[in-house]
């Protein structure tokens, strides 16, 4: 077992504690003991404050029409989902393993909750308990580029009843600013799915950029630093675990000012 442990990719190991509390049982002490748990470093960044060209960037990507062709493994994968997806639907954005899915699965129950990621190997560890037989029924993982799905999503009229990104990646050099969703030219794509869409990551550069982004989108969005008393994702209770101050960032989509294109 600690073998198996070691060998585990860290996210599976991430996932592990939701289901047996750390330091409870064989499996929590191997998973105490590996010592891969709550040793998150801070995020290290060579901005000190939100992006100089955060407003000109989003700016254009609100305005100018994101003329990416979306994959073919995308289209196939989008294909095989979307006729669950005709109600407003909950959509777990890099959802990883897939376990805030399941949570959020049961939190919702009237509503048909997907979470999409590109990583197969973690996909793999929810897709697992999904196929139990008292796996949750309104939920699926799908293996998608988000890139690709919120395009397709967008492009066929989809409405989300809430977005949740939980820790996107940061990309904290301030040369990977495009690579963080707001500062993405999809991000005029994920605004129109609509819903409530709430954002959490444990880098405070990212949340105020974040929540500038919807402002300049015309979307009013707060933000907050929280303490789950219940860690929603793997990487919740690794960054929590680690003492990381996190931040939880909430808008609606649905907001006038942000339909008619204030930006
Ligand atoms: C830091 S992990 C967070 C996972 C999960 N949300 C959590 O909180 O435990 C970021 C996740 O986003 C996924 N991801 C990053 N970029 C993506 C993309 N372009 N398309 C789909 N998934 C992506 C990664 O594969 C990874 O699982």
């Known amino acids: 077992m600690a073998l198996a442990l070691r060998a585990a990719p860290p996210c599976i190991l991430a996932i592990l504690p939701k289901y047996l509390p750390m330091g409870e049982g064989k499996l929590g002490s191997e998973i105490a003991k590996s010592g891969m748990y709550a040793n998150s470093r801070i995020v290290q960044s060579n901005q000190d404050a939100p ?3 955060l407003h000109e960037i989003v700016s254009r990507h609100l305005h100018m029409p994101y003329r990416r062709v979306p994959s073919d493994a995308g289209r196939r994968a989008f294909e095989s989902v979307v006729d669950r997806l005709r109600e407003p639907f909950v959509l777990d954005a890099g959802c990883g393993t897939g376990a805030s899915t ?6 919702f129950p009237q509503m048909f909750v997907l979470g999409v990621d590109k990583s197969a190997t973690r996909l793999v560890v929810g897709q697992r308990l999904l196929a139990k037989d008292d796996g949750p029924r309104n939920a699926f993982l799908l293996h998608c580029e988000l890139v690709d799905f919120w395009q397709l999503a967008a492009a066929a009229g989809l409405r989300c009843a809430r977005q949740y990104l939980l820790y996107p990646n940061p990309w904290p050099k301030a040369e990977q600013l495009k690579r963080r969703w707001h500062a993405h030219a999809v991000f005029a794509d994920m605004l129109k799915l609509g819903g409530l869409v709430e ?3 444990n880098w405070r550069i990212y949340a105020d950029e974040f929540v500038q982004a919807l402002h300049i989108a015309g979307c009013a969005g707060r933000c907050a630093v929280f303490a ?3 860690p929603l994702s793997p990487f919740e209770r690794k960054y929590g675990a680690s003492g990381h101050e996190l931040r939880c ?6 907001d006038r000012a942000f339909r008619e294109g204030a930006a």
């Open 199 to 201: 954002l959490r990551t």
């Open 228 to 230: 789950p008393s219940q």
């Open 102 to 107: 399941l949570t959020l699965a049961a939190r």
């Open 51 to 53: 992006h100089p060209r």
């Open 249 to 254: 960032c909430s808008a609606d989509l649905s």
